[in-house]
């Protein structure tokens, strides 16, 4: 990849079903009312630094963790840790290992006919900002894992990758939070990195409008023609 600076001037734009011991895995099909799977990817937080994980429900799922004796639950951990667990038994994952946040049940919502609910991982070290991490959605009743959400392999991601996929989205303008808040990004230990010419062509855009207030370090693609070319 070729590396190069961009300064504060005006430049010219040239520019996821399987059976486990510890209960079932569903993937989401259309009209599933059992639908239990993890959404693709994650999300980077824009009111403070990191990642937001995504649960889907069919309407039966939900009314199954509706149920008071019932706990919904987000386990995160390293990708390296997450993969040692051949039993599906996420929930039991030694202590140290796993980051367990347990799902607002208040702030489930609604779209499309199924039901989804959120888990974030925050306060990531500086050490783990290029770790990647796993998460999965576990159904808890009396202590104990009844099932896990399907399509766990499509959740692996890390937080650098997040935050620079989300600054470069050339729909969504999240340039200017997302160098608010992840003061680190943009430096020479983690460069902003447009691999693609549409992705070079949105941070010059958003330079020009204003959105990037500081020198950033940038690297680009073999592929991908800069303004200097």
């Not at 050490?127 to 959605?137: D, I, L, P, Q, Y």
Request: charged share 25%; proline share 1%.
């Amino acid at each position: 990849m070729k590396r190069i600076k961009l300064i504060l001037i005006a430049l010219l734009t040239v520019m996821t079903a399987t059976l486990g011991i510890f209960g079932l895995a569903f993937t989401a099909e259309a009209d599933e009312s059992n639908a239990f799977t993890m959404v693709e990817g994650a999300s980077a937080k824009l009111t403070e630094e990191g990642m937001r994980f995504i649960v889907k429900m069919g309407s039966e799922v939900k009314a199954e963790v509706d149920d008071e004796d019932t706990k919904l639950y987000f386990v995160i951990s390293p990708k390296a840790w997450f993969d040692e667990v051949a039993d599906h038994n996420y929930y039991g994952m030694e202590e140290g290992k796993k980051l367990l946040i347990e799902a607002d049940k208040a702030k489930i919502y609604s779209e499309g006919g199924y039901y989804y609910a959120n888990g974030c991982i925050t306060q990531i070290r500086a050490g783990n900002r290029a770790r990647v991490f796993n998460a999965t959605a576990v159904i808890v009743k009396g202590g104990e894992q009844t099932a896990y959400a399907g399509g766990t392999d499509k959740t692996e991601r890390d937080i650098y990758t997040v935050i620079n996929a989300a600054a470069l989205d050339d729909k969504e303008n999240y340039t200017a939070k997302i160098f608010e808040k992840y003061t680190w990004y943009g430096t020479s230990d983690f460069p902003v990195k447009a691999d693609s010419q549409t992705q070079y062509n949105t941070i010059v855009e958003r330079i020009n409008e204003g959105a990037v207030t500081t020198k950033i370090d940038l690297k680009v693609g073999d592929d991908v023609a800069t303004s200097g070319e």
